[in-house]
């Protein structure tokens, strides 16, 4: 029942809302998310739960404070910050990230 509810309230958040899911990806996301490219697909709140998606951790579509606001800060960004990576020479990373994770775009961490 408290699932059923959460849903509800979820649904109702995120009407009006388009989200998007990456065609290998396992999690939604909001139009405005870096993760987004131009082979996305648009799909319901509804769809996304049906197929076992999960909401992104950088977008954070199921926050309804993003919802309302979507100029802010994505979720998950710091100061920014000199990225821990290294390049194919060897040499750190010169690119600057807001990530809270400290790595830029290219560099991110492979999730399991």
């Known amino acids: 029942m408290l699932k059923i509810l959460a849903l509800l309230l979820l649904s109702v958040s995120l009407k009006g809302q388009m989200l998007f899911k990456t065609p290998s990806g396992a999690k939604y996301h909001l139009a405005t998310c870096r993760m987004v490219k131009n082979t996305s697909e648009q799909i319901t709140i509804g769809r996304a ?3 076992g998606l999960q ?3 950088i977008c954070n579509p199921s926050n309804s404070s993003v919802l309302a606001s979507s100029a802010g800060k994505a979720s998950g960004e710091g100061e920014t910050v000199q990225c821990k990576g290294a390049t194919k020479t060897g040499l750190r990373c010169r690119h600057q990230t807001r990530i809270a994770n400290g790595y830029c775009f290219q560099h991110q961490p492979k999730q399991h």
Do not use: D, Q
């Open 55 to 57: 909401p992104c951790k």
């Open 49 to 51: 739960i049906a197929l």
